[in-house]
């Protein structure tokens, strides 16, 4: 295993495949890693690099040219430039975001940035500067429920969707692709025990949720006109405690970090139904594990 910060708690790659960043939640830092084109091996480029209070999330914009972090103990955003070599420098001040917010995702164009802010129970959204990276709060935080901590965009940027940790639900969205602002669809969908996580396919036809607390994955399918969730099947039994997962760029593949049983999980996804069937047992990780992520395929 390598080294790198304390407390490893959130990665994403680069779109072209080639570098991956850690947030290191106790060291208050972010890792930077070169991905190997032939092996997949990591290499630490350089020390990490500061961030703000208990980093709880990162991620890269479509084109690969700015990181965004979250900072959950400080309540704000950090934004940095990827240089070419993969390396960060600040791209400015922090943002303040929400009450504790949780995780950020920037939408399938690179023009808008969203953060849930697990304390307020909200989702903020930010227009994104293309050209510095700098972030610009758009209108008000919108209502979500209680302990917003993970949200998603559909491919097409038409729908977005939050798991509300304290209230065991996932709340819909439609998005407005010019101001991006976010309008409630429906009353939330109810889910298992504590979701963490969730993820939509590449056709942008499902959406899968980790259930923390009742340590199962429940699966639904998007009406690819309203953006309303339909259940597909019931909730399909993962690992102890599934804090996070993800799909493959194909679509055919959901993976899922078990925390409570040091393991991942993976699943096929049905082209047509949605519906998860198990790919033999879940395959032995480090101690708690919290992330997972796919590259793309390296040119």
Do not use: C, W
């Not at 979250?70 to 240089?83: E, H, P, T, Y």
């Amino acid at each position: 295993m390598l080294s790198g910060g304390i407390g490893p708690v959130s990665m994403t790659a680069s779109p072209s495949g080639q570098f991956l960043y850690v947030a290191n939640f106790g060291s208050a830092s972010l890792s930077v890693f070169n991905i190997n084109r032939e092996t997949g091996a990591l290499m630490a480029m350089s020390s990490p690099v500061a961030t703000g209070v208990h980093p709880r999330s990162v991620t890269v914009d479509p084109k690969g040219r700015f990181a965004y972090v979250i900072n959950s103990g400080s309540s704000n955003i950090a934004v940095f430039k990827i240089l070419t070599d993969g390396s960060l420098i600040s791209a400015g001040p922090t943002v303040l975001a929400g009450v504790s917010p949780f995780s950020v995702t920037v939408d399938p164009t690179g023009t808008f940035a969203y953060v849930t802010n697990k304390g307020s129970g909200d989702i903020s959204a930010f227009r994104i500067n293309t050209d510095t990276g700098a972030l610009t709060q758009e209108g008000n935080n919108v209502a979500a429920d209680a302990g917003s901590v993970a949200i998603t965009i559909t491919p097409s940027g038409k729908f977005a969707y939050v798991a509300n940790f304290d209230s065991d639900n996932v709340s819909a969205f439609t998005v407005d692709g010019t101001t991006g602002k976010l309008t409630s669809i429906s009353s939330p969908t109810p889910v298992g025990s504590n979701p963490s996580s969730i993820a939509n396919t590449p056709s942008g036809q499902f959406v899968y949720v980790a259930n923390l607390g009742s340590s199962n994955i429940s699966a639904f399918a998007i009406d690819t006109r309203t953006g309303t969730l339909r259940s597909i099947d019931a909730p399909v039994s993962a690992g102890l405690n599934p804090l996070s997962l993800t799909v493959d760029p194909s679509g055919q593949f959901l993976y899922v970090t078990n925390f409570g049983s040091n393991d991942i999980s993976t699943f096929s996804i049905d082209g047509s139904s949605g519906k998860l069937a198990p790919l033999g047992s879940p395959v032995a990780s480090g101690i708690n594990p919290s992330s997972l992520v796919l590259t793309g395929q390296l040119n």
